[in-house]
Nanobody, 127 residues
């Protein structure tokens, strides 16, 4: 059964950094584009970053561009989200999701394209 498990969330001060990890099991990770999404209480789910199957292509939400970096290690079935210069408005539950594609370069910022989701990890940015 396909499964994604996020880890690495926690409490961090503004300006700090966190690295989220997403461990995949039950499927071949390199057949899937991966997206990171976040949702804060009372807000809609927001696309944070996406990375293609090959890892050669990525895209970021406007709110995090230049501060966050997505990467993947298909050999280890792992995807990462490095978050730097964190802001209080980055506080949310962060989810990784997988989208099967036949194209190496495919990625998507739409949550509706993703069919495997993790349970989420909480990130709180506060002093």
């Amino acid at each position: 059964q396909p499964q994604l498990v996020e880890s690495g969330g926690g409490l961090v001060q503004p300006g700090g950094s966190l690295r989220l990890s997403c461990a995949a099991s039950g499927f071949t990770l390199d057949d899937y584009a991966i997206g990171w999404f976040r949702q804060a209480p009372g807000k809609e789910r927001e696309a944070v970053a996406t990375i293609s199957r090959s890892g050669d292509y990525s895209n970021y939400g406007d709110a995090v561009s230049g501060r966050f970096t997505v990467s993947r290690d298909n050999a280890k079935n792992m995807v990462y989200l490095q978050m730097n210069d964190l802001l209080p408005e980055d506080t949310a539950t962060y989810y990784c999701a997988a989208c099967h594609s036949y194209f190496q370069a495919y990625y998507s910022m739409s949550p509706y394209d993703y069919d495997v989701w993790g349970q989420g990890t909480q990130v709180t940015v506060a002093s």
